[in-house]
């Protein structure tokens, strides 16, 4: 008779992961607010302005699409956003309705075709192997602009002159990563021209002011992001690791980086808050082309949480400011 497996680790609400390697990631938490959570299947055809599609490098790579319906007054080609999803590394897939909402309406809003991985989760997959495969997603849209890969709606409607990486949560240390790699790289004829990290997961092994102070929110607790990086995190490493401390001393200095210009996105009420304003300065110091853009009165990736959004007045106005700050960041570049 077979033994049965037994927990060896579990984030409540989140995830279990069990003695034979095993992740099981039902939600357990308020059933009211699982809808987040579950995956939207695509659409080819426009729902409110913008058709989604799923589809698969010869790497097997998934990868998402939000294509919004041409209008007259748009340009020939549109931006294109390469955005790389958040949960810790272990958590959250880009089919999931909480990004479904906000990226159709990005796409919608922005004028911009959207294109986000399915990125490798820990502890299966343990980091660098989410950031490997968000360079492998901007690597895939070079070969577009090269004219080696073919997608009917990116061969007729994206500009590759004009490629963002934007990212929300450990999201955003995907965004600084692939930015720093894809210095490194001829990425001819596409061009990288901006990079908008939103709410990133950055720390130290020593917990800031900010991460005792803050309140708690459903997407991030101290302990939570304890968990999680010890799960996602190279064995033996510590938060002060490149990966999740970028302006630390383990890291490459950001001197030597050749980054795009940055649209570094905070809210002044999220835990990571201190963390977040050490690498904004540090990157200032390293004279990096970065601007700040704040969010009042509200926490760590408040515009994810689609129930807040659409009760509250405070939270639905700070959405819509940090939109028209991403579209504006984006027309300038």
Not at 233 to 249: N, R, S, V
Request: charged content about 25%; hydrophobic content about 40%.
């Amino acid at each position: 008779m077979s033994q049965a497996k037994k927990v060896v680790d579990h984030v409540a609400g989140w995830l279990t992961v069990f003695d034979d390697g095993s992740v099981d990631r039902t939600w357990t938490g308020p059933p009211e607010v699982k809808f987040v959570m579950d995956a939207v299947p695509p659409h080819t055809h426009f729902i409110d302005g913008v058709a989604v599609a799923d589809t698969t490098t010869d790497d097997g790579l998934k990868l998402r699409i939000y294509l919004p319906e041409k209008q007259e007054t748009d340009p020939k080609k549109l931006p294109v956003l390469l955005h790389f999803h958040g949960g810790g590394f272990c958590l959250s897939d880009a089919d999931w309705f909480m990004y479904y909402a906000v990226y159709t309406r990005l796409a919608r809003e922005a004028r911009a075709i959207v294109v986000s991985p399915y990125l490798r989760q820990a502890p299966e997959h343990r980091l660098p192997a989410a950031c490997d495969d968000g360079f492998a997603a901007l690597l895939w849209l070079r070969s577009f602009a090269q004219g080696k890969s073919h997608h009917e709606w990116l061969d007729a409607a994206a500009d590759f002159n004009r490629v963002f990486l934007i990212g929300d949560s450990s999201g955003g240390n995907i965004v600084h990563q692939v930015a720093a790699r894809a210095g490194e790289e001829d990425l001819t004829p596409l061009k990288l021209v901006g990079a908008i990290p939103i709410h990133t997961d950055f720390c130290r092994t020593q917990r800031s002011k900010s991460e005792m102070e803050k309140a708690e929110t459903p997407f991030l607790t101290p302990e939570m992001m304890d968990k999680l990086f010890s799960m996602a995190l190279p064995e033996g490493a510590t938060k002060d690791h490149p990966i999740t401390c970028p302006m630390g001393e383990a890291a490459p200095p950001l001197e030597t980086l050749k980054l795009p210009p940055y649209l570094y996105c905070m809210a002044d009420h999220d835990l990571v808050r201190d963390r977040e304003l050490e690498f904004y300065e540090a990157m200032k110091k390293a004279n990096k082309e970065v601007e700040l853009f704040m969010s009042h009165d509200v926490g760590h990736s408040f515009y994810l949480n689609k129930i807040a959004v659409d009760s509250d007045a405070k939270a639905a106005e700070e959405t819509r400011k940090l939109f028209q700050g991403i579209i504006q960041f984006v027309n300038n570049h």
